[in-house]
């Protein structure tokens, strides 16, 4: 046993790899402990065992090693580092492992295996485990396989590659042992499960008998998608949906969407192996397939064939192959050979698909001519070979050969054709099948349905209907305009029958119905989706080696039919769509056209119209006019009408009158009229004679225009200019001209036949007079504006001199980008709106291509010529090149067709010969102008050997190949480039001249495309290996393509691309990625509508940079060229920049670090006030420019050069950019340490680092602004302030930045505005971010509307500049702006401002459009709806306005008996910041105490009640020494008046954040409580109650519904609102000067409050609404009575006459009324009479009596009487002279009430009725009969006995009583309890001294324990000075038992004990005396109590005797005795003082 006491010592990792197999046991089983002990998966713990774990799992003795397993196990699911043993373990686990006899160590070597795929280690498993497939032993092969199939079933094929897999299984099958072929077979229906019959083409091959068996076991399988039951680390979400589903039991296809797409969409064709077969040819095949017999031709096809069944085939050059075999189909006799050529062919294209595609072009020809074969299997064999050939290639890329063919006279041929065009349509969707393919299809096919053969009829029917099936009918309708009704419905019946490719099963109704509705938004589909569907339809046929048999095959998609409809849409509304409204009129004899006429003219007119006498046909005229002007559209016979206009004189009338007023009314009949085009022959003539007149040319032209509009510009156009050059007259023929220039510009470009002009044109430009040459240039200078620079090639034959004045015009329009059309389009494009004019500025582009004629230059491309470019002899070669070049020279524009010259080229392309290549470059450069969009047939074959050329070793050749490229991919966009494997291949190739070209011109190219074909992904692991290339270039490049493809791959695909690099490898890949992620731009918006081939190389060379420099736009194009843009305006000129960085470098090494050691910035005393000085003498550059010029940088240098270390400013200035990081670093480093040199040189920093923003380079900018951000930071803490002059200098810049396209730098720039807004004022960051929504960049105005939105919402109304309605009209444009984020922005923006300002908002933003106006609204009611949504939306947007800087500043403030600021200050702080609001900043708040306070002198006795020396507030602060003053020194530049600041705070009120408003709050109720302070608020009365009730109306819609919110807050706020307006409505003088609409507006807003029985349900509600009872009377009594009682007067007209507002709030209103009649008698003397009466005045003529009866209640009727009433006792017959506001008395009979009042109380003098004035019920009333009285007093009674409404009913009882002093009660007491009469009694005696306003501390203050002190002030010690009044006034006691009930409160007494209080009086009071009733005190005690929130610690150890003294009857004090008690109470006060001191 020694032995083994020595090991059990040992540590644990010791003991595992002890020679022992007992200790090793031992060590494992306490690994295994230890393990799962762990809770840390990073603890250092796990790395001790990374190297012995393999050892663990390969123990040689099987008991340790089942032990080891279990650790082993326990290991990988836990730590963190386990990834790294994958390799290791799992090759352990196969060799060692699976091989053992116990069932459980290979179950635990399995877990293991599947642990390690959980932990994302899939691959290396993976790996191990197919290796372990090739052991000699069976047992692991088994093993092997069980734990793949186990692995698939529980990851999934997602996880789990199955490729492979797949590879291996027929190996598998193949295997002696039975054990290993059955584990094979379950593993083959395990896949099965997952790809379905993807797996059967590589398993056709295994032993016939396994097949079948396999067949059998599949068909078992159910058909249910198959889930991931196991998920990986990373796919926790969805393992806790997947668990979710499973526990809910629902149904399994409800599963994520993730999972679903993957499953059975494998494509096997993917899984196949790909076969090498040109290798594998005969010898001898070229020979033998030109031999004489056929049957050695045969032998040699037959060989091909057998290749070519081969499902996959490796890609190489099959260029010769296809070559031969399209020989043989095209001019072998023997059928049976042409066949067989056809089925090779078709085997080519299935086995190589998209690789096939190049040659698509040169055979598809040859096979439809082919079709003249009769024989069935030839047809059939050429069939099949053309439809796996269209699977490779578009439609597009093949439309011109097969349109070529359809002309064809071979009837077989055509109906052929047009039935292999039926089939291709039915794998087009609407996105493929654009209607620029449709048209001419169409065409050519409306050919064949009229043919004389009737198969081709069929077969054209067939077609056609298939193209409406999937195009729907909008689409093709236009182009079936001519067919008739029979052919149509043919056709239609057709498109029910088709079965497209993606099961659209529903016929033509789903189009017929859903097309109306649907406008044309095809773009929507064309991207991306239709890329996918069409390579889906490539790929499903290859299953199925038939391609006919893919009509049903494929798993059929759910098709779009709306989709289809849209497209529909979309083609009616382009330029094609005016046509379906042409209007076709028979040309009628003269004689009709006279019935007509009559009909609708006056007689006299007609007889007239050939009058003699001028003036008669003038008369004529006018009255022919009028006529035309009064008809409708439809009675109009335009015809006849312009018929008559033509009868003699007609157009050759002589009077310029006459024929003024004639061209009028033509135009008149074509506007107004149903025109047709044989109308406008009759007048058109005659009106091109007059064009050229000068007295009615412009009559002329204005009739022209509108029979343009009529009849289209194109038709009329050609008409017009062929009049014009039929005649010999040159004014017209050049005011033609003229006209058709204007037209272009107004009607756009469509349509228009440009050939036909062309001839014109030439021949206006070689006239003899000069108008019509110069008319004719103009003209060609607006159809350059459309076409380009092609249009230039017409006239390149010209003479020198006119081409040079063509090219001067040309010139003048470059950069200018055509107009939108203004006419033609409205009257034709139905409901097209915006997309009509999309589409047909689209279509432009394409059609202005297709216009040129273009010539076939086949024909000259002979076999001569091409032998010739392939001689020997480099200078024949050469002269083949030449005549090439000239041959496309002579043509300009040529067709596709070029016959064999493609190959031909491409050999050339690695000619030996560079000045050879460089010519061939040159050709195809050419080739690419000349032929346009249609070169793109030929980028597989001629593009991507150019992409090789860029790997030459020669700068100019690769330069020059470039240049090709590039003009390639101009004429046929990037999709053609990216298909297939070519770019990939290219990639792979280790030549790093070609790597990194290849890179560059991808990085270029990526971030301007919208999406991109899957196979890019291809190029990614090449891209990978270039990141690691040798060569610097390379990497580099590559770097910077990186963020391009991930912008269109997805970060997730890139990484799991990664997989397959080694470990090194990979890692540093990741990180790249991760970087690139951060830089990753967004992708293109979609593009701007005009076509940019169009405008070719003229616009975008020109104007691209510029836009995108001058406003940074966002555009794309910018991120990718980052060297042109240097070199144009990069910046800081690169120039500079070079010769500087020369400098730097030169610099010996040795003095360097010496250099660096003092500080970075050197403070030189004033340096900054000079500069600004200088700066405003213009003595230097004002820093102002749109791109920094070298002489900024310069003088920035200069100026730099004396306070910045010279080391540092050779960093900050060099050339490159990553010296400028260094510096950053640099500067950042130094931040801290040098505050003060910082804060020196500050201008010169933010000046520098603005040119920093115009640099390209990311990682700069990122520095830059993390810099910016600290250093903000910084500032705000040193409470620094931006002067103008670094403001304006910086501002701007960085908010150029708000509109980068990357996320990351525009979170940043928003994090730095918002800290700007503590260091420098708001509302002057407004107006630069106001400027800021003015950039063209649609990114920048609408992160600037946003940040406007945040300003306004954390600083008010106040900050908008100039004025908020200057502001908010500003904003509001945006709303109709054209980017859709922008109008998202504007309208969040506006409805910021409107939770803040409330329904003003609609007054301030003036008038918006209808549309515009519907948006807001709608807007408003959504965020109405979801008030919640705000606060998240700032949490996510404002996180930086969360710095806690409020708190620090204050405390740095605080003097030494402050330092233990209450940790509640604290906690307010943190609580409100938590909530991402703004707390107020600590420089602008309101401390006004501290602003006087310049003395330093505080009395200290009690360290909380700071008592404070007030001076006068407004006496200006003497320059004070700055040591003492404690207010921030920015306090003046900000506020240089109090004013501004009480502005500020009050803007604050009205804040959507709780926390900021009771700030606020408490900060104005300070000032309101401190009457030498208070009249500082004078003059912000109005805007404080505006603010006040916009909270209120806040708080009611928004805060209330909020679900989230505590309810708490909103008592809270509620306290503080209620509080500081008593504290207001206290001070008469301030009181008075609230405006009638306000107290309107605040009425109705409490009155609201009173009757929101929400609050009710709050804990604290009913006190809430004691109190607001209570404002409610103050501010009755102490507002001004003519403004109060004019305001309710307004307020009780709205409320009767708005149906939605409740009956108890008009009541609430009248019992206001009742109360203000009450005071009359005191205040009659000050109330203006005349604003009263006049608004009586109104309220009678809104409701006369007789309506005010039909109220439900007969109150509005009584108070109205009792007020005129009471007014008329008051001022007797004198009350009649006070109408003199009323203009009109008559409109209300108020007159007439006076009067009959004064007559009444004149006959009742000396009644009882005057001494009961004050009750205000006249005598009339007073009779009310003694039943009602009863039935009144029932009602109250039962009030006072049900529970809830008891108070109520005291209330009421004790009005009564007032006001009926002699009504009796007697009888309700008698019959009830004695309890109950004294109850009454008690309840009627209380409200009585409460009324008379003496029982003044009654009634709960109830202040809940846990809101104490929640919402302390910011500026916590400032206090209430009410107490230490000094100046000897007397200070009521109701203050000092405030003062004592605090103090009960905070040492527990709660004084909310009892329960019996008596209730609250309800409005209807006696007036109270001013002083301070309960609930205002309650108010207090809470503002009190925030403001000494921080004694509450330091009352804590009070004598608790002390506290109890103050019993708890003084809460009930009765008046007496609260009075005696003032004296006990003062010296009280005074002991609790002294025992703090």
């Known amino acids: ?480 305009a001519d067919v008739d009704k029979l052919k149509l419905d043919r056709i239609k019946e057709c498109a029910e029958k088709v079965e497209l490719v993606y099961g659209k099963k529903t016929g033509g109704t789903a189009e017929k119905k859903e097309g109306k509705p649907i406008t044309g938004k095809t773009p929507v589909l064309s991207g991306a989706g239709g890329d996918k569907e069409t390579k889906d339809a490539a790929t499903k046929p290859g299953l199925l080696k038939k391609a006919p048999a893919v009509k049903s095959g494929g798993p059929p998609k759910k098709g779009k039919p709306a989709a289809a409809a849209g497209m529909g849409g979309a083609g009616a509304k382009g330029k094609k769509g005016p046509e379906t409204k042409e209007i076709f009129e028979s040309e009628l004899s003269i004689e009709v056209c006279e019935e007509k006429a009559a009909a609708v003219l006056p007689a006299s007119c007609i007889q007239q119209l050939d009058s003699g006498n001028w003036k008669e046909r003038l008369a004529c005229m006018e009255e022919f006019q009028k006529a035309v002007e009064l008809m409708e559209r439809s009675e109009m016979p335009c015809q006849a009408l312009v018929r008559m206009l033509a009868k003699k004189p007609g157009w050759k009338e002589t009077n310029f009158q006459v024929m003024q007023m004639k061209l009028h009314i033509v135009a008149l009949i074509a506007q107004k009229g149903n025109f047709s085009k044989t109308s406008a022959q009759v007048v058109l003539d005659g009106l091109v004679d007059k064009v050229g007149d000068v007295k009615c040319g412009s009559n002329a032209k204005e009739a022209m225009t509108a029979i343009a509009e009529a009849c289209q510009l194109p038709w009329t156009a050609e008409q017009v200019v062929a009049m014009a050059f039929s005649q010999k007259n040159p004014k017209n023929q050049s005011e033609t001209l003229n006209w058709l220039s204007n037209a272009i510009k107004e009607f756009g470009f469509s349509g228009l036949n440009v050939k036909a002009f062309i001839s014109n044109v030439k021949t206006a430009l070689a006239a003899t007079n000069p108008a019509v040459r110069t008319s004719a240039i103009t003209l060609l200078g607006v159809m350059y504006l459309y076409m380009g620079p092609p249009l230039r090639m017409f006239f390149e034959d010209e003479k020198p001199a006119l081409l040079s004045q063509i090219d001067a015009e040309f010139e003048k329009m470059q950069g200018q980008t055509a107009p939108t059309p203004t006419r033609g389009i409205s009257r034709h494009s139905g409901g097209g709106g915006d997309d009509g004019e999309e589409e047909e500025q689209e279509d432009v582009g394409n059609d202005v291509v297709d216009l040129l004629p273009r010539t076939d230059i086949g024909d000259k491309i002979t076999a001569e010529l091409v032998s010739k470019i392939g001689d020997k002899n480099w200078k024949i070669r050469k002269e083949g090149l030449d005549e090439v070049t000239s041959i496309i020279n002579d043509a300009k524009f040529i067709q596709p067709n070029i016959g064999e010259l493609p190959a031909a080229l491409k050999s050339r392309l690695n000619d030996s010969n560079k000045i050879l290549v460089q010519q061939t470059l040159s050709i195809l450069q050419q080739l690419a102008t000349a032929m346009g969009p249609n070169i793109k047939q030929h980028v597989k074959n001629l593009g991507i050997p150019v992409i090789t050329v860029l790997g030459d070793s020669k700068n100019n050749v690769r330069a020059a190949a470039l240049a090709t490229v590039n003009a390639w991919a101009e004429q046929t966009g990037m999709k053609e480039w990216l298909e297939g494997e070519d770019l990939a291949e290219e990639l792979k190739k280790e030549n790093p001249f070609l790597r990194q070209e290849l890179l560059g011109w991808l990085a270029e190219k990526l971030p301007t495309l919208r999406s991109v074909p899957s196979d890019l992904l291809l190029c990614v692991p090449h891209l990978y290996s270039c990141l690691e290339d040798r060569n610097g270039d390379v990497r580099k490049k590559a770097q910077d393509a990186l963020p391009f493809f991930m912008m269109h791959l997805g970060f997730e695909k890139m990484a799991k691309a990664t997989s397959k690099l080694k470990p090194t490898s990979k890692d540093q890949v990741l990180a790249m990625l991760e970087k690139a992620k951060a830089n990753m731009p967004a992708k293109p918006a979609p593009p701007a509508k005009a076509s940019s081939r169009v405008v070719g190389g003229a616009a975008p060379a020109k104007f691209q940079p510029a836009s995108a420099l001058a406003e940074d736009s966002g555009s794309n194009t910018m991120e990718s060229k980052p060297d042109p843009k240097k ?338 200050n604290q906690n307010r702080n943190m609580g409100s910041h938590s909530e991402t609001t703004h707390a107020v900043p600590r420089e602008f708040q309101l401390d006004l105490d501290e602003i006087e306070n310049d003395n330093g002198t505080v009395r200290c006795e009690m360290p909380a009640l700071v008592q404070h020396k007030l001076d006068d507030i407004f006496e200006p602060v003497l320059i004070p020494e700055p040591k003492i003053r404690a207010v921030s020194p920015h306090f003046d530049d900000m506020h240089s008046n109090t004013a501004s600041t009480i502005n500020f705070v009050i803007s604050q009120v009205a804040s959507g954040d709780i926390n900021t408003s009771i700030q606020a709050l408490a900060q104005i109720d300070e000032v309101l409580r401190q009457e030498d302070k208070a009249e500082a608020m004078s003059g912000h009365i109005d805007q404080f109650l505006i603010a006040t009730f916009m909270q209120l109306r806040l708080i009611y819609n928004t805060h209330m519904a909020d679900e989230k919110l505590d309810k708490d807050e909103i008592v809270k706020l509620y306290s503080c609102i209620i509080g500081s307006m008593i504290s207001l409505f206290q001070i008469e003088g301030l009181a008075r000067e609230a405006s009638t609409g306000v107290l309107k507006d605040l009425m109705h807003g409490l009155i609201t409050l009173m009757l929101d029985s929400r609050v009710e349900d709050i804990e604290e509600g009913e006190q809430v609404i004691r109190s607001v009872n209570l404002l409610v009377v103050k501010v009755l009594e102490k507002s001004d009575q003519t403004n109060i009682l004019s305001a309710l007067l307004v307020l009780l007209q709205d409320s009767l006459l708005a149906t939605a507002s409740s009956p108890k709030f008009s009541e609430l209103v009248m019992k206001c009324l009742w109360r203000m009649v009450r005071l009359l008698p005191e205040t009659i003397n000050s109330i203006n009479l005349d604003r009263i009466l006049l608004d009586i005045h109104i309220f009678m003529k809104v409701f006369p009596k007789e309506k005010l009866k039909q109220c439900k209640s007969e109150f509005p009727i009584r108070t109205l009487k009792t007020l005129l009433h009471t007014l008329c006792k008051l001022k007797g017959p004198k009350i009649l002279d006070h109408l003199t506001m009323i203009d009109n008395k008559n409109e209300s009979e108020l007159e007439a009430h006076l009067c009959r009042v004064m007559k009444h109380s004149m006959d009742q003098t000396g009644s009882k009725a005057d001494k009961d004035t004050e009750k205000g019920a006249s005598r009339t009333e007073e009779k009310a009969s003694k039943a009602k009285v009863n039935d009144i007093l029932a009602e109250i009674f039962k009030k006072i006995g049900s529970k809830e409404n008891t108070k109520e009913g005291l209330a009421e009882l004790y009005e009564y009583k007032k006001k009926y002093s002699d009504a009796d009660i007697e009888p309700f007491l008698k019959n009830s309890s004695q309890f109950f009469q004294s109850y009454v009694e008690r309840g009627l005696r209380l409200i009585e001294t409460e009324r008379e306003g003496k029982g003044r501390i009654s009634a709960s203050t109830g202040i809940s324990p846990q809101m104490e002190g929640t919402c302390v002030p910011a500026s916590t010690h400032t206090v209430s000075s009410s107490i230490g009044n000094t100046n000897g006034e007397e200070v009521g006691p109701s203050v000092y038992l405030e003062r004592l009930k605090i103090l009960r409160q905070r040492c527990g007494l709660d004084n909310a004990k009892q329960e019996d209080r008596p209730p609250l009086t309800s409005l209807l009071s006696k007036p109270a005396l001013p002083t301070v009733a309960s609930s205002t005190d309650m108010l207090h005690s809470k503002l009190s109590q925030l403001r000494e929130s921080r004694e509450q610690y330091q009352h804590l150890d009070l004598d608790s005797n002390q506290t109890h003294s103050s019993g708890i009857g003084t809460t009930l004090a009765s008046p007496s005795s609260a009075a005696a008690n003032i004296d006990d109470l003062k010296k009280r006060l005074e002991r609790i003082k002294s025992s703090r001191k």
């Not at 900050?1212 to 990553?1218: G, I």
């Open 1127 to 1464: 070199a144009k305006a990069g910046g800081t000129s690169s120039k500079a920049k070079g010769v500087q960085g020369k400098k730097v470098l030169s610099k010996p090494n040795l003095k360097e670090d010496d250099d660096k050691s003092g500080p970075i910035f050197i403070i030189v005393p004033n340096g900054k006030e000079q500069r600004m000085k200088d700066e405003k003498g213009l003595k230097v550059l004002k820093w102002n420019f749109t791109t920094p010029r070298d002489e900024y940088i310069e003088q920035l240098k200069t100026q730099m050069s004396s306070c910045v270390a010279k080391w540092l400013q050779d960093e900050m200035f060099h050339a490159d950019f990553q010296h400028h990081n260094k510096a950053l670093a640099v500067m950042i480093e130094h931040l801290e340490s040098e505050k003060d040199g910082v804060i020196s040189c500050l201008d010169l920093i933010l000046k520098w680092l603005t040119l920093r923003f115009f640099d390209t380079n990311t990682s700069v900018l990122m520095k830059a602004l993390e810099y910016l951000k600290l250093l903000f930071s910084l500032l705000s803490q040193e409470e620094y302030h931006l002067t103008e002059n670094e403001a304006s200098s910086f501002i701007p810049y960085l908010i150029l930045k708000v509109g980068e396209p990357k996320d990351v730098i525009r979170k940043d720039v928003r994090a730095i505005l918002n800290r700007m807004c503590l260091i420098y004022p708001a509302s002057k960051m407004f107006t630069f971010i106001m400027e800021g929504t003015k950039s063209k960049n649609s990114k920048q105005r609408a992160e600037c509307l946003e940040e406007l939105g945040c300003l306004v919402e954390s600083y008010g109304m106040n900050v908008c500049q100039p004025t908020p309605g200057k502001a908010l009209k500003e904003m509001a444009t945006h709303i109709g702006d054209r980017d859709n984020t922008v109008r998202n922005a504007a309208l969040n923006t506006i409805v910021t401002v409107y939770n803040v300002h409330g329904d003003q908002v609609f007054k301030l933003i003036g008038n918006l459009s209808e549309k515009d106006m519907s948006m807001l609204e709608e807007r408003i009611k959504r965020s109405a709806k979801r008030p919640s949504a705000a606060p998240v939306r700032q949490a996510e947007e404002k996180p930086q306005r969360t710095q806690n800087i409020s708190a620090n500043a204050s405390m740095l403030r605080k003097g030494p008996a402050e330092d233990m600021s209450s940790k509640l």
């Open 1 to 480: 046993m020694g032995d083994d006491s020595e090991w059990m010592k040992l540590p644990i990792d010791q003991k595992c790899e002890h020679k022992l197999w007992k200790a090793r046991l031992n060590g494992y089983e306490e690994a295994l402990k230890l393990f799962q002990k762990i809770d840390d998966e990073k603890s250092p713990e796990w790395s001790k065992y990374l190297g012995l774990i393999k050892k663990f799992v390969t123990d040689s003795n099987a008991v340790a090693q089942l032990k080891g397993l279990e650790a082993a196990l326990a290991y990988v699911e836990n730590a963190h580092v386990a990834g790294k043993t994958t390799g290791e373990v799992a090759s352990g686990v196969v060799n060692k492992v699976f091989n053992q006899p116990k069932a459980r160590a290979k179950e635990l070597g399995l877990d293991i295996c599947l642990m390690y795929i959980e932990i994302e280690k899939g691959e290396a498993v993976q790996e191990e485990l197919l290796k372990g497939l090739d052991n000699k032993n069976p047992k692991i092969i088994v093993a092997c396989i069980e734990t793949l199939r186990k692995a698939l079933s529980e990851f999934g094929s997602k996880i789990i590659s199955l490729k492979p897999i797949i590879k291996v299984l027929p190996k598998l099958f193949e295997s002696r042992e039975k054990a290993v072929r059955d584990e094979a077979k379950l593993l083959a229906v395990e896949i099965y499960r997952w790809i379905r019959d993807a797996l059967r083409p590589p398993l056709q091959n295994i032993n016939s008998v396994q097949l079948k068996e396999l067949e059998e076991e599949w068909v078992k399988v159910s058909s249910v998608a198959p889930k991931q039951t196991r998920f990986l680390r990373s796919q926790q979400e969805l393992k806790a949906k997947f668990e979710q589903q499973q526990a809910v039991g629902g149904d399994a296809d409800g599963g994520g969407d993730d999972e679903e797409e993957a499953v059975p969409q494998v494509d096997a064709y993917e899984l196949l192996e790909a076969v090498e077969i040109l290798s594998k040819l005969p010898k001898d095949f070229y020979e033998k397939i030109e031999a004489k017999k056929w049957q050695e031709r045969k032998e040699a096809l037959e060989a091909v064939e057998l290749l070519v069944k081969n499902p996959k085939l490796e890609s190489g050059d099959y260029a010769d192959l296809v070559k031969v075999l399209k020989k043989v189909v095209g001019k072998d006799t023997n059928v049976m050979l042409v066949a067989l050529a056809a089925k090779c062919l078709a085997g080519l294209a299935t086995g190589l698909r998209k690789k096939f595609g190049q040659y698509a072009g040169h055979v598809v020809p040859t096979i439809l001519e082919k079709f003249k074969e009769k024989k069935p299997q030839v047809v059939q064999a050429l069939q099949e070979a053309i439809d796996a050939i269209f699977l490779t290639t578009t439609l597009q890329n093949i439309s011109e050969d097969v349109l070529a063919v359809m002309d064809n006279k071979n009837p077989t041929i055509k109906q052929q054709t047009s039935l292999f065009i039926a089939r291709s349509f039915r794998h087009c969707t609407p996105s493929t099948l654009p209607k620029s393919l449709l048209k001419p299809f169409c065409a050519a096919l409306l050919k064949h349905i009229n043919d004389s053969a009737p198969e081709v009829r069929d077969a054209g029917f067939e077609a056609l209907g298939t193209a409406l099936k999937v195009a729907g009918e909008k689409a093709v309708n236009p182009f079936l």
